[in-house]
C-alpha cells in the first residue's frame, strides 16, 4: 500500500520524492508517531486510548505554563508536564482495573475532562499568554530544541520519535510485560491463569501511553513555540487508524510497532501528496476516511481467511 501510494504520487508530482518533501512528511507526523507507539501497546492489550491527544495538549499547556508564567527551571517544567500524562494514564489504569468502567468509556470520558483542565489552567488562551508572561520566556529550551531544532538536516523531533518507537519495540518484544500484553490481549481469563497479573499489565500499558502522550505533546508546543488546550485535536483518530492500518488487530493479542510507523507513513504520505496535487482538505479526508476503512476491511477479511485455513 505504502509502496503503491509512493509510485503514484512521484509519478504525478515531480516534488513529492525530494529530500526536503520526504523530511517535511516525517517531521509533521513525527507527533503523531510517539502518541501512536502508546497507542499500539493499549491496543495490542485489547483496549483503546481516546484521550491521547487531550493529554498531550495538557502536558504542553502545563509544562508551558510552569516555565512561562510561574517562572519555574526548565527542568521542573518538563517534570510537570510529564507528570501530568504519567497520572492521566494511571487515571485510566485504575478506572479500567479498579472501577470496571470499560476501555472506551473510561478513556472517553478522560479525554473530555482533561480538555476541561487544560482549558481551565491556560483559560482558553495560548501559552505563553504575554501579558502574563515572564519576560523573554517561552517554551524549556530543551524542549525547543527537541521540537524544532535540527541535527544537520535531520530534525530533532525525528530523532525522539525514533527513539521513542525504539522504546515501544523493546517494551513489546524484549520485556516480560511485552509478553503479558500480547497474553492479555488475546485472552484474558487465560493469562490470567497462566499467572500474569491482568490488571498491573493494562495498568503499566496506560501510565506508558500517557507519558508517551505527555512527551508528544510537550513536543509539539516545542515546535510551534507554544501550546494550548486545544491543541493535537483528533489526532487520537489518526493514532487509532495507524495503529489499526499497521496490522495490529482491533481486539487485542496481535501487532507490531513497525506495523505502527507504516501505518503513520501510509496516512502522511497520503496527506502530503493530495496536499502537492492541490485536492482540498474537505477531498482529503473523504479519501483518507475511505482508504481507513477498505484497508481495515481487508485485513478482517484475510484474518478470518487465515483462521478458516
Not at 496490522?247 to 487485542?252: H, S, V, Y
Not at 503513520?264 to 476503512?293: K, P, Y
Request: hydrophobic share 55%; glycine share 12%; with cysteine.
Amino acid at each position: 500500500m505504502l509502496a503503491v501510494l509512493i509510485i503514484i504520487f512521484s509519478l504525478a508530482s515531480p516534488s513529492f520524492l525530494t529530500l526536503n518533501n520526504l523530511i517535511n512528511i516525517l517531521r509533521q507526523y513525527s507527533v503523531v508517531l510517539v502518541l501512536a507507539v502508546g497507542q499500539t501497546l493499549v491496543i495490542i492489550s485489547a483496549g483503546i486510548d481516546l484521550s491521547v491527544a487531550a493529554t498531550a495538549a495538557l502536558a504542553g499547556s502545563v509544562m508551558g505554563i510552569a516555565y512561562a508564567h510561574a517562572g519555574m527551571p526548565s527542568a521542573a517544567a518538563i517534570g510537570l508536564g510529564l507528570l501530568s500524562g504519567f497520572l492521566v494514564g494511571m487515571l485510566n489504569g485504575l478506572a479500567i482495573t479498579k472501577w470496571k468502567v470499560p476501555d472506551i468509556i473510561a478513556t472517553l470520558g478522560t479525554l473530555t475532562a482533561v480538555r476541561g483542565v487544560a482549558l481551565l489552567f491556560t483559560g482558553g488562551l495560548p501559552v505563553p499568554d504575554f501579558s502574563q508572561a515572564v519576560e523573554g520566556r517561552r517554551m524549556p529550551p530543551l524542549i525547543s530544541t527537541l521540537g524544532a531544532g535540527s541535527l544537520g538536516r535531520l530534525p530533532m523531533i525525528i530523532i525522539v520519535a525514533a527513539a521513542c518507537c525504539a522504546f515501544g519495540w523493546f517494551v513489546l518484544n524484549r520485556t516480560t510485560l511485552g509478553r503479558s500484553i500480547v497474553a492479555v490481549g488475546g485472552n484474558r481469563e487465560a493469562a490470567h491463569v497462566s499467572g500474569v497479573n491482568v490488571d498491573r499489565t493494562k495498568l503499566l500499558v496506560y501510565v506508558i501511553s500517557g507519558t508517551l502522550a505527555a512527551i508528544g505533546g510537550m513536543l509539539l508546543a516545542g515546535r510551534l513555540n507554544s501550546a494550548n488546550a486545544l491543541m493535537a485535536n483528533l489526532m487520537e483518530l489518526d493514532t487509532i487508524a495507524a495503529v489499526v492500518i499497521g496490522g495490529t488487530a482491533l481486539f487485542g493479542g496481535e501487532g507490531r510497532v513497525s506495523g505502527t510507523v507504516v501505518g503513520i507513513f501510509i496516512i502522511a504520505v497520503l496527506a502530503n501528496g493530495l496536499n502537492i496535487l492541490g485536492v482540498s482538505d474537505f477531498w482529503q479526508r473523504v479519501v483518507t476516511g475511505l482508504i481507513i476503512v477498505v484497508v481495515v476491511a481487508i485485513d478482517q477479511w484475510r484474518r478470518r481467511a487465515a483462521a478458516a485455513a
